[in-house]
């Protein structure tokens, strides 16, 4: 009878006493499974190679249906659509993006610095970083994105 604490399994369905992996001993102590018990060995192996994978990914995947479907049927103006979102919620203070902030992009107050910044608010904004103490509706996602997409006019 084999102890499951002293002896694991290859690929090829051969057990091989743990001890020998550790002191180094010359001859392993082997044993064989039959074919039908190493079929149902290697098929339980995949079968959780497979949950684990399926696990890993849907773990790490974040939400991109805001980077992929983004409604920009209507023209977004920085003045009505963007300027008071980044009032409200990103130059509230020293902290975020307020003046003489040194987070991420830095203060965020003005067209230009919004405008030279736009790159990186818009990973930010739609992967919802950003803001860090609030949540955006997906439509002012969708006003700071389209206007981004759109040129980022000053308008």
């Keep these: 009878m084999l102890n ?8 090829r369905g ?4 743990v001890n020998y ?3 180094g001993f010359k001859n392993p102590t082997t044993c064989f499974f039959s074919e039908s ?3 149902t060995l290697n098929m339980k192996a995949i079968f959780v ?8 990914l849907s773990a790490c995947s974040k939400n991109s249906s805001v980077l992929s479907a983004v409604d920009c049927t209507s023209a977004k103006s920085f003045a009505s659509d963007v300027q008071p979102i980044f ?4 130059a509230t203070n020293s902290s975020c993006h307020g003046s003489g902030s040194l987070n991420g992009p830095g203060t965020l107050n003005t067209y230009s610095q919004i405008y030279n910044a736009r790159s990186t608010i818009r990973v ?12 955006l509706s997906t439509t002012q996602i969708n006003g700071i994105l ?5 040129g980022a006019s000053n308008n």
């Excluded at 051969?14 to 006493?17: N, Q, S």
């Excluded at 009032?87 to 990103?90: D, E, M, N, P």
């Excluded at 389209?146 to 759109?150: A, F, K, L, S």
């Design 146 to 150: 389209c206007w981004i997409d759109n």
């Design 4 to 11: 499951a604490g002293t002896f694991f399994l290859n690929l």
């Design 37 to 39: 018990k190493r079929e």
């Design 49 to 56: 190679v497979i949950i684990m994978t399926t696990v890993l």
């Design 124 to 135: 930010a904004v739609a992967n919802r970083s950003m803001p860090q103490n609030a949540t």
């Design 87 to 90: 009032q409200t919620y990103c």
């Design 14 to 17: 051969e057990v091989f006493d």
């Design 21 to 23: 992996f550790i002191t």
